[in-house]
């Protein structure tokens, strides 16, 4: 992409977390070199997130118009999704029939959700309060005393269902009721196992507080009836609930190369491989960790090298993920907070109650704007946050899959 005396057309395909991270990060550090488009099928950013909170009471999911971002990034947005994209006419084809044209393409469109196992709770974080609530007044009304959380092979964030299982004991708790036996399923061999070993002891610690088994290296499929069964002599899973998460694969978009599970593959500039002037950054990309935090640092890594090739003085940096968690936990446990980067070395546990939503998703760019929402707002809660867990560490240029 030649720096040219126009400004560089850059469309973003997407309305999510890394989208709103790249149209920030390129408006700060491209300024006026970089003319910008978005193209997103529905009108509102969302905070899904905080979907676990919900059935608690402890929170709920936010929603933002992109037309405020549209309009403070100076961007211009078409409701519409891409369904092709011409890399060799540097156009994207819309479902609408429309067709944009683009100097550079940044797909940020996200992954979709499956359903693991049809006898099961879903926690998609798209529409599974209601579901949750259910759950929860069954445990209330004595129907439920068993229930299995489930991390099915290929899930790649599995932090919501510690949040579900957590705050499912503490509810059952406040609830005066003791006879509930819970357990976590899940292939990790240790609690969130991706944290790395003081992130997983200080879980492990939860759980434990929490009364929740924790059963690791444990694979499941769905039987033939739909239920979970546990590998690898189909063993029930001797529950009467099942809350599961679903297992997340790309989106298929005409035009673009992806491995099997629809994932498009990025160098570390976030660069579709094959494809000139495309670039890619969050969970439609091969990266194996599909979770906020580090689709922003995925998206600012775009957006210095679109910065750059446009004449910015911006000296792009790869993409070096850091996995920062916060772990809603339930009020009542013990509450650490864990710097892990790179083996330099913890910082000591220190308490903090209280933290902003807004930095649920940890985003250079998209906490601050999110926070900016929350200024103006008296309602904006920030959440007595006791019992959370916060977590930080540097991961390897090359994560290995789980
Ligand atoms: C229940 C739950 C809890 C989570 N908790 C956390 C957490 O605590 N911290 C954290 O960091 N992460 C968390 N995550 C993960 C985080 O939400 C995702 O990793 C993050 O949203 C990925 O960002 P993205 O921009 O790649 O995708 P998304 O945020 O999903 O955005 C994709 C966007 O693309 C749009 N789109 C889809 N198809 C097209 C198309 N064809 N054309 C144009 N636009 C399209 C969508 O409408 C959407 O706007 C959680 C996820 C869930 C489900």
Known sequence: MPVSSHPTHVVIAGGGVAAV????????????????????PAPDFELRPMRTAEPFSRGHVRRHPL??????????????????????????LCAGDRTVAYDALVLAVGAQHRTAFRHALTFTGDRSTLSFNGLLADIDEGYAHTVSFVVPPGTTWPLPLYELALMTAHEAWSMGIEDIRMQLVTPEDAPLALFGPEGSAAVAKLLDTAKIAFRGTCYTRQDADGRAVVLPDDEPLDSQRVVALPTIEGLAIGGVPADERGFVDV??????????????????????????????????????VLAAAAGADVHPTPFRPVLRGRLMAGRGAAYLEHSLHGGAGDTPPREMRLWSVAHKIDGKYLSPWLAGFEDGDAKAPVIDHAGDLIIDVALPAAIPAT
């Open 21 to 40: 991270e790249c149209a920030l990060a390129l408006r700060d550090l491209a300024g006026d070199r970089v003319r910008l488009t978005i193209i997103a």
């Open 67 to 92: 037309d405020d971002l549209a309009a403070q990034v100076g961007a211009e947005l078409i409701t519409d999704s891409v369904v092709r994209v011409d890399a060799d006419g540097h156009s994207v």
């Open 267 to 304: 160098d570390e500039h976030g660069r579709v491989t094959s494809l000139a002037d495309v670039y890619a950054a969050g969970d439609a990309t091969t990266s194996p960790i599909k979770q906020g935090g580090l689709a922003c640092q995925q998206a600012d890594a775009v957006a210095e």
